[in-house]
């Protein structure tokens, strides 16, 4: 799910939306429509951003420690 704010900024104006423009108005409800699922595709693709910078620098991290663990190792057999 979006971030709690994107998310309640989202269905704030969704019912903005859904407020001004009535649900027999034909075109306008699609854009209306359309709109709210750009916004929910837009957030949903920021999540994925999010979580893929996430899981890359977690495995540089993890990499990082294995290579510095590697060479402490080695170190203490050069004692």
Not at 3 to 19: M, N, S, T, Y
Not at 34 to 62: C, K, P
Request: one cysteine or more; proline letters at 3%.
């Amino acid at each position: 799910m979006a971030e709690p704010e994107v998310e309640a900024a989202l269905r704030a104006e969704f019912r903005r939306i859904h407020e001004t423009e009535a649900f027999d108005s034909g075109p306008d409800t699609a854009k209306a429509a359309f709109r709210w699922s750009g916004d929910v595709a837009e957030a949903r693709r920021l999540q994925e951003e999010h979580a893929h910078n996430y899981l890359r620098w977690t495995f540089v991290g993890a990499c990082a420690v294995i290579i510095v663990g590697l060479i402490g190792v080695g170190l203490t057999f050069l004692d």
